[in-house]
């Protein structure tokens, strides 16, 4: 499937939509604590069943990533179509706790299958020189559903209880990534790239220094990033911004807007040192946000998250394709996720608990030291890979 003449050939194309669509089913669950409120389940429970498939995909991922290859991502990504669907059926009949928890588990489990096939076929869509741009477009396609969907419920005045109709219908469109199976078998120019990596491959990835350290930079980076997406809005209610949650409209719009006017860019300079300089800004905005004072300051600290945001994501992906072996680019890419994975998990549960003992004030301190360890680790990668 990869083109040297360019980067939209049908098969990038056509999985790209596919993970427009997946990512959409997953923007759904923003409105999922008020449906298990309608049904009387109580915040103990409703946490545990919310965070669910987030468990299942960190404790799935791992073991898949040395697996999922393009000889065999077609199967993977049949298998996980079927479950996700399964699953979410399920969850539009379950009316019980211990059934919503099952349902979400088999979610989260093919959702996290469909969605590393579709990265191993993606990976080979994608022309070496063009790394910068094609994981920017990636992380936009990934990104506007979370902006579109909410939206679209608000519009709607959709009622919670209206919930359980709108799982039956992404159930539907969880069998739609299955038309990517029509998709030409890729023609592998690189000799070992359609053989599993396997244990062995993915502890020689681990064993890489500059890869390690992406890993990590990647992993520092959620952690931060995934706080700041679930206690900002009581941070702002807190110092009186009442509309706190245009923060991430403001972001979200500077990242759309950083990765389809400046993608080319990512191609054309030094990815680490931009991604640097992205993390750099990410950090800034950590740091300044106790100090805001007023709407004017915090909105515009959102601006500057987002062009961190937008800079960084992508560019970290882009430069672990550069420094890793075509046998190992998809299996590279999925164990990022899995450090996506881990920073949403560990980011809000150490965060929780560094509001609870200092406030604040201590958690974006926190933050921001994360981030310019981020920062450092994507630095060093230039010196190692030198």
């Not at 064993?207 to 679930?230: D, E, K, N, T």
Request: glycine share 10%.
């Amino acid at each position: 499937m990869a083109e040297r003449s360019g980067l939209f050939s049908i098969g990038f194309l056509v999985i790209n939509i596919q993970f427009a669509l997946v990512t959409a089913i997953a923007a759904l669950f923003f409105a999922f604590s008020g449906y298990l409120a309608s049904l009387g389940i109580g915040p103990g429970a409703a946490g545990f069943i919310i965070s669910a498939d987030a468990l299942a995909a960190l404790l799935i991922q791992p073991v898949i990533a040395p697996l999922v290859h393009p000889g065999v991502a077609r199967r993977w990504l049949l298998g996980g179509s079927l479950v996700f669907s399964a699953a979410l059926f399920m969850l539009a009949q379950a009316d019980s706790a211990p059934l919503m928890i099952a349902a979400r588990l088999l979610q989260g489990a093919g959702f996290i299958c469909v969605v590393s096939a579709l990265v191993t076929m993606v990976v080979q869509c994608i022309p070496p020189e063009m790394s910068g741009r094609a994981f920017g477009w990636i992380s936009l396609i990934r990104l506007i559903p979370y902006a579109v969907i909410p939206l679209f419920f608000d519009l709607m005045k959709l009622a919670p209880s209206s919930f359980g109709g709108a799982l039956k219908l992404a159930g539907f469109a969880a069998l739609m990534p299955i038309l990517a199976l029509a998709l030409p078998r890729a023609r592998h120019s690189q000799q070992g790239a359609a053989v599993a990596p396997g244990l062995s491959g993915m502890l020689e990835s681990l064993r890489s220094p500059a890869a390690l350290m992406v890993l990590l930079s990647s992993l520092f980076f959620f952690c931060g990033y995934a706080a700041v997406f679930f206690y900002l809005k009581q941070f702002g209610v807190s110092r009186g911004i009442t509309d706190a949650s245009l923060f991430f409209t403001i972001a979200t719009v500077a990242m759309i807007v950083i990765r389809i006017s400046g993608g080319w860019l990512f191609d054309r300079y030094d990815k680490v040192m931009m991604c640097v300089a992205g993390l750099f800004a990410a950090a800034l905005s950590y740091a300044l946000l106790p100090a805001c004072s007023s709407s004017v300051m915090f909105f515009a600290l959102a601006g500057i998250a987002g062009v961190g945001w937008g800079v960084s994501m992508p560019l970290q992906a882009a430069v672990m394709f550069d420094i890793s072996d075509p046998r190992a680019r998809a299996m590279n890419q999925n164990l990022l996720m899995v450090m996506m994975q881990a920073g949403f998990f560990l980011g809000p549960l150490l965060g929780g608990w560094i509001i609870s003992v200092s406030g604040y004030k201590a958690l974006f301190a926190c933050l921001a030291a994360l981030t310019l360890a981020s920062m450092i680790m994507m630095a060093a990668v230039r010196r190692v890979v030198k």
